[in-house]
């Protein structure tokens, strides 16, 4: 059907051109957040660009509804500019009608989203947390750079190493400066290398010195050594701690229904809800006056999503805080912009208006008026 095919092609793109912007603004963010946590040592610098890939694709849900919400709107209003929807209404069409072409295009990007939000999102989050770990819980040898003073993973210790030698097996003109147990020392040697024994890894220094004092006394205690172990640590397992509600399944947090698993699965729910809404609330709110000017619209368009997003978000505070209900939150928020909606297009299409009725008064007669003459 013309009707169809006509919105349908150019939703695509509008949908394509605002979604690739769209991306490339998220993307550019992203970088320069994935650079300042790979400066600060937080994750590998060389996994940056597949930290990237995992956290743009965490918020794909969030950028597949606002670039859908988007393209409808500015379709319809520029059919509202150049008078094409005069053509559509005379030709028998009314609003609602638009709803099966809008969502004959929509629903395979609803389906990417719910799919996304409710199965991909703890996934990426998962791989993200997984190399973080791996990153912060690596050797302390493996931090150390030439040339580069570097802490240890508890804090304890600095260490430093002029160059390497043999590859990475061993070093000249090792520093190490620690504070343990209340003690500090300072610890030279001229050579280094890596040694295993029983399963523990030990940094063997080679002709140095070692001075260690009490920590608030003024005494030291200075030793020479042809050769000094020092412990560098075990492996970098992933620590087992109890995982976090953005990193469970959909099924993990149906069996433990918590408040924080509750909010986190409303939170998912809520992003494919609200992406359903949108597509209504655009063509209730796509109207534009063809004198007017083309901003002004598309403005209170994201100043919609906004608000409509940041109550998604702050409703997941509230479960999480036992303010509200799970059910109660999802039909009070969600149901109330899907009848919000639906009304207001009800009301455009039906063409709906508030008039005031003017009050009935008792009409009194006006005053005779005399014209012309002079009074006797």
């Known amino acids: 059907m013309l009707f169809q095919s006509s919105i349908r092609k150019e939703l695509a793109r509008s949908f394509g051109a605002t979604l690739v ?3 490339t603004i998220v993307m550019t963010i992203v970088l320069i957040r994935t650079l300042g946590l790979a400066s600060r040592g937080t994750i590998n610098p060389q996994d940056v660009v597949l930290f990237m890939g995992y956290s743009a694709l965490g918020r794909m849900p969030t950028l597949l509804t606002l670039s859908l919400f988007v393209a409808m709107v500015s379709t319809l209003s520029r059919m509202y500019r150049d008078s094409e929807m005069v053509v559509w209404f005379t030709s028998g069409q009314g609003l609602a009608g638009f709803l099966r072409p809008l969502f004959a295009f929509a629903w395979p990007v609803l389906l990417v989203i719910a799919l996304m939000a409710l199965f991909v999102w703890p996934w990426t989050n998962q791989q993200t947390k997984d190399m973080q770990s791996r990153y912060e819980q690596r050797g302390d040898l493996d931090r150390i750079a ?9 804090g304890n210790r600095v ?4 160059r390497q030698l043999a590859g990475e097996q061993a070093s000249s003109n090792v520093f ?4 343990d147990n209340g003690k500090s020392s300072v610890t030279t040697a001229q050579s280094g290398r890596l040694e295993l024994r029983d399963g523990v890894q030990f940094l063997m220094l080679s002709n140095g010195q070692r001075i260690e ?4 006394q003024a005494a030291l205690k200075v030793s020479d050594f042809k050769e000094y172990g020092v412990r560098t640590g075990e492996s970098g397992l992933l620590s087992q701690s109890v995982p976090e509600a953005k990193l469970m399944s959909i099924h993990t947090l149906i069996k433990a229904p918590t408040l924080a698993n509750l909010s986190e699965l409303a939170w998912r729910i809520g992003l494919a809800l609200a992406a359903i809404n949108f597509v209504i609330l655009a063509l209730a709110l ?3 006056n063809p004198r007017g000017g083309r901003s002004g619209n598309m403005i209170f368009v994201v100043l919609t999503f906004v608000v409509y997003n940041n109550l998604v978000n702050l409703g997941q505070g509230w479960i999480f805080a036992g303010l509200i209900s799970f059910g109660s939150f999802l039909l009070v928020l969600h149901g109330g912009m899907l009848l919000l909606g639906l009304g207001w297009l009800a009301k455009r299409h039906n063409h709906w208006a508030l008039r005031l009725r003017a009050t009935p008064q008792t009409l009194q007669p006006l005053p005779a008026v005399r014209t012309g003459g002079s009074q006797p």
């Open 176 to 179: 190490i400066a620690s504070t």
């Open 21 to 23: 912007v769209l991306v």
């Open 213 to 216: 004092n009490d920590i608030g």
């Open 146 to 154: 030439p040339g580069q003073f570097q802490e240890s993973s508890g």
């Open 159 to 162: 260490f430093f190493i002029d």
């Open 286 to 288: 796509a109207s534009v």
